[in-house]
């Protein structure tokens, strides 16, 4: 097969951009839109975070967390307390009970100073990363919670470069631990202790980093909770709503097309993929405009199947989980959120094709022959493989508004959890700046991301013998055969694939995360767009 990408094509009667939704002939999306607008604000509970001077907090607090390495450090130092609880600190930092280890936590109630006193187990100082603090943190919040308090103090411990480093790491954790999404559980079960705020014990330089780690929070936790709506309240349509009230909120520009604007625009391959639904299609674009170039300098492409039945290849056990198939796209709105309040000084812009991909008489079919955005014809090899499908009219769709690189998330093939897990994404691109910032970023993240290759000999794979391309390439190698799919759609502009399936939910904790949806790769995105 070819390597060569078709230009993009477009239908001769449409101009030269598409058009939002306010230009529209669609009444019925355009009042839902202007219903929106003039409808309040959705609440919701942020953890509150805050600084305040140490000598004073430590002893105001209701809970002061002290976090503890295995050669008894700790942080906040032990000077802030009194000298008989700070000697019974010492002896336990020296018992095999306690130790300083990793996960043990042990509470103490102080004679003098805070009500209780927490301490926090890190293991060796050298072995402190930035899961394991969020895992600390995690254990911090459910105890605190447990003992049905409403707020607690830290100090953050020595991590990376800095004290603000360690400081949003430590406000970002403890704004993810204490997500929840209990909206169709019992009023007693949703009434339960709810930590609210986090007093973070530090000077004025810390301020900034707490900021962020607010802003980040609050965005991965809306990835969260749209990621964790089940398909018969999250549709496609409500998708779109709930993205354009919170985009308007922080100042992102909003367009929402609908099914007719996809076929106008001879996105066929979404409509493929959205036709056997009962559910209408969305195609969802956020811009970001942080910089003066003429051309955004990333078009991020989320995959947007807010339910994935497998049609005709239908999938067998297992399918309530297929909710989280819009895990990319929550990751992209989740990111593109954060850029706006972060005022992040680039131009970016963020698609989502917003589809459902069911079974009726009308659904698209394994031999299917299917034209696509940008030109070439598609041959279905498996209708659950659809994803790639709508990130390929997608990335052409960014590439033709200007975009300077690509980059598309989601939850796209079983193989990669194969090789690499339920906490690790497969990264893939054609791109050295794009692998050095996302691969360089898995530090400063806690997110994990491995290079998988993209030999030519894979695009074998997807030769079709009776259309340009096929859209599977069997068993062997299926990440990086989906991969070079795609690739043939991002034509010469440079492009990033990130496969992060099975990391849209953890049945078990971990990092930042209790069981439930996770909001994966938010923060690798607002990493990424930091360094652009």
């Known amino acids: 097969m070819a390597s060569r990408a078709h230009p993009v094509r477009r239908p001769a009667e449409l101009g030269s951009s598409g058009a939002p939704l306010s230009a529209l002939n669609n009444i019925d999306l355009l009042e839902e839109l202007l ?32 976090f503890c390495f ?6 906040p130092p032990l000077e802030l307390l009194d000298e008989g609880t700070a000697a019974r600190v010492r002896e336990l930092s020296a018992a095999d009970e306690f130790g300083g280890k990793a996960g043990r936590l042990e509470l103490l109630r102080p004679a003098a100073g805070p009500r209780r006193l927490l301490l926090v187990g890190l ?23 447990k003992l049905g308090l409403k707020t607690f103090s830290a100090a953050p411990p020595p991590l990376g470069d800095g004290a603000d480093f360690a400081a949003h790491h430590l406000g970002l954790a403890a704004g993810l631990a204490t997500f929840r999404f209990d909206r169709y559980r019992s009023a007693e079960q949703r009434e339960r202790p709810r930590v609210e705020e986090l007093s973070v014990l530090g000077n004025p330089e810390l301020d900034a980093a707490l900021h962020r780690a607010a802003i980040v929070a609050r965005a991965q936790n809306f990835a969260r909770e749209l990621v964790s709506e089940p398909v018969n309240v999250l549709t496609p349509v409500e998708f779109a709503r709930r993205v354009a009230e919170r985009a308007a909120e922080v100042g992102l520009q909003v367009e929402v097309h609908d099914a007719a604007w996809i076929r106008r625009q001879g996105m066929e391959l979404i409509w493929a993929v959205a036709r056997g639904a009962a559910e209408e299609p969305r195609f969802v674009v956020l811009r970001h405009h942080g910089a003066d170039g003429d051309k955004p300098a990333l078009g991020l492409v989320g995959k947007g199947v807010m339910f994935d039945s497998g049609g005709y290849n239908l999938k067998g056990s297992g399918m309530e989980l297929m909710k989280g198939d819009m895990g990319g796209s929550a990751a992209v709105v989740g990111a593109m959120l954060a ?72 939850t796209l093939t079983g193989a990669s959890m194969v090789a690499l897990g339920v906490r690790v994404g497969a990264l893939l691109t054609n791109d050295e700046l794009l692998r050095d910032k ?88 607002v990493e990424l767009l930091e360094s652009l």
């Open 438 to 525: 996302l691969l360089g970023g898995v530090e400063r993240t806690g997110e994990l991301f491995w290079e998988l290759p993209l030999f030519e000999h894979y695009a074998e794979r997807l030769e079709s013998d009776i259309a340009e391309i096929k859209s599977t390439g069997g068993k062997p190698a299926g990440t990086i055969s989906a991969a070079k799919f795609l690739e043939r759609f991002a034509g010469d502009t440079p492009w990033a694939h990130l496969d992060i399936a099975g990391k849209e939910f953890t049945d078990k904790p971990y990092g930042p995360y209790r069981k439930g949806a996770t909001g994966f790769g938010v923060r690798t995105l």
């Open 123 to 145: 293991g060796e100082r050298d072995d402190l990363t930035v899961e394991r603090l969020h895992e600390a943190v995690v254990g911090i919040v459910g105890r605190v919670e």
């Open 339 to 410: 850029a706006a309040e972060l005022e992040l000084p680039v131009d970016v812009l963020a698609v989502v094709p917003a589809v459902v991909n069911a079974v009726d008489g009308n659904a698209y079919k394994p031999s299917d022959v299917i034209k696509s955005f940008a030109g070439p014809s598609v041959e279905i090899g498996n209708t659950d493989a659809e994803g790639r499908l709508t990130l390929a009219d997608g990335l052409c769709w960014a590439r033709e508004q200007g975009a300077e690189r690509l980059l598309d998330i989601c």
């Open 70 to 75: 295995a050669d008894g450090d700790c942080y």
């Open 35 to 66: 219903e929106l607008a003039s409808a309040p604000s959705r609440k919701e509970t942020v953890l509150k975070l805050t600084r305040r001077p140490p000598e004073t907090a430590a002893a105001e607090t209701p809970l002061l967390a002290l």
